[in-house]
């Protein structure tokens, strides 16, 4: 089983990685479920699909876990991971 990190900085539209330096990448992913995600924190892009991926969020880790769902979003066809747990950091 493979996992993507995600940060915030990559779901922010002005921050998405960039595919070729130049303009940002098209969010590929919606994260689906889950407390306190705001919604603009939802859409990123991964380079390369992966079984699960965990977004780190302040304190913790959001884990998502790759659905057969795709969700369309302002024209873009996002495939759906699903939220299956949360982990906090240790300090």
């Known amino acids: 089983m493979t996992s993507t990190i995600l940060t915030t900085a990559q779901a922010h539209p002005n921050h998405i990685l960039r595919s070729d ?13 889950g407390k306190d995600i ?5 859409m990123h892009r991964v380079e390369h699909f992966t079984d699960r991926v965990k ?12 659905t057969t769902e795709v969700r369309h979003v302002d ?5 759906v991971y699903g939220w299956i747990y ?3 950091i240790a300090e």
Not at 22 to 32: D, G, H, K, V, Y
Not at 38 to 42: H, I, K, N, V
Not at 75 to 79: D, M, T
């Open 75 to 79: 024209g873009r066809s996002l495939r």
């Open 86 to 88: 949360r982990t906090y």
């Open 21 to 33: 330096g130049s303009r940002p990448a098209e969010p590929n992913i919606f994260l689906a479920g």
């Open 38 to 42: 705001p919604e603009d924190l939802r």
């Open 55 to 66: 977004f780190h969020v302040e304190n913790r880790y959001e884990h998502f876990e790759a």
